[in-house]
């Protein structure tokens, strides 16, 4: 764990006292007999694969619910950036949110784990993985921070991408500021490539691009295509450093409001969304792909994308002491 986790900590143990207590005052309504108007967080637009499976989430819920629970999803952060979403949570002021595991480290230091670069073999490996224990055994996690998990999204893999020259090798990175998202472990993982890693919200990222202030920053193909980043840094390299999931939340103080078979539905639908969301995910990789093919994106695959493992193995060993358990549970789901 690094430091700054460490130092976090102590923050998160004060807001989670503060969250129990509020949960004590004002929890225990009961979803039985009145309607429950909450807000659901997103930062992607309304045609992006979360936003579409926050909304059938949404729906779902109040049309089996009979009208019960009621989610209006705020898309394209307008309830905020998703690092100040979290905080907002935690006050109990946001419901629900969806936000990408990597911003989650800060609130639960042990969340850090899933930065570990170059964990997961591919898309099946991972999906093995948060589909059983260990994927289960995250989610309870997140009740340090005063929220409940309730289902996995997929975000396929973070790859890095550039103004100027094409990256083909970790020296290319050599000088270039590279964005990346606030509290994550992707800094040290651009560091080690030995790039310049500069933390900054999602929504500053193309102005910063175009104006230069970063030469770069990291991301899947549907965030690169439907934040047009694609339109002021043109070089695309797959490192595919990371497989980061994204995550549906629940406050604390919302889940105390609802009854325990209401519980179980919210829990069902939200599994059922995954499905949903992983279809449309699977379509937005193809689709945006061809998008940055169309507009003569320069896509670099990569002949030895060993030399960039090899960059991060230090920060993998450092980081795999603290994690023991979890990638123990990384490893069972390696094999089918
Ligand atoms: C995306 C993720 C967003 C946000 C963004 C970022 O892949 O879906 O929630 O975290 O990355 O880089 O800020």
């Known amino acids: 764990m690094r430091n700054a986790a460490l130092r976090r900590m102590g923050i998160t143990a004060a807001v989670t006292a503060l969250v129990a207590g509020l949960t004590a005052c004002g929890g225990g309504a009961g979803s039985e007999g009145g309607t429950l108007n909450w807000r659901l967080a997103e930062t992607h637009p309304s045609d992006y694969p979360t936003t579409q499976a926050d909304q059938w989430f949404a729906d779902q819920l109040r049309k089996r619910s009979d009208g019960r629970i009621n989610i209006e999803v705020y898309p394209d952060a307008q309830l ?27 609130f639960v230091p042990s969340w850090e784990a899933f930065g570990i670069p170059y964990l997961f073999d591919d898309s099946e490996h991972f999906w093995r993985f948060l589909r059983g224990e260990g994927g289960q055994a995250k989610l309870d996690e997140l009740s340090e921070a005063g929220v409940v998990g309730l289902t996995y999204y997929d975000s396929g893999a973070r790859s890095v991408y550039t103004t100027g020259e094409p990256v083909e090798s970790p020296a290319d990175l050599a000088g270039r500021n590279i964005r990346v998202q606030p509290g994550s472990v992707t800094a040290d993982v651009i560091d080690a490539f030995g790039g310049s890693a500069t933390t ?45 999931p994204e995550v549906l939340m629940i406050s604390q103080t919302a889940w105390d409001q609802l009854s325990e078979q209401d519980k ?3 829990r069902t639908v939200a599994r059922e969304s995954t499905e949903k969301q992983r279809e449309l995910w699977a379509e937005e990789v193809e689709q945006s792909r061809q998008v940055l093919e169309d507009n003569g994106v320069t896509i670099t695959e990569l002949d030895d994308r060993g030399e960039f493992e090899r960059a991060v193995s230090a920060l ?6 603290a994690y023991a358990d979890f990638l123990e549970a990384v490893e069972a789901a390696r094999q089918p």
């Open 264 to 266: 179980e539905l919210v």
């Open 316 to 321: 993998r060993e450092a980081e795999a002491g």
């Open 80 to 106: 905020g950036e998703e690092r100040d979403v979290l905080e907002q949570m935690q006050l109990g002021s946001i419901e629900l949110n969806r936000t990408n595991a990597n911003l989650v480290g800060e």
């Open 200 to 244: 900054m919200s999602f929504s500053e990222v193309y102005s910063s691009l175009e104006t230069g202030v970063i030469d770069g920053a990291e991301n899947n193909f549907p965030s690169y295509v439907s934040t047009r980043h694609y339109e002021v840094a043109g070089n695309y390299t797959l490192t595919e450093h990371q497989r980061v």
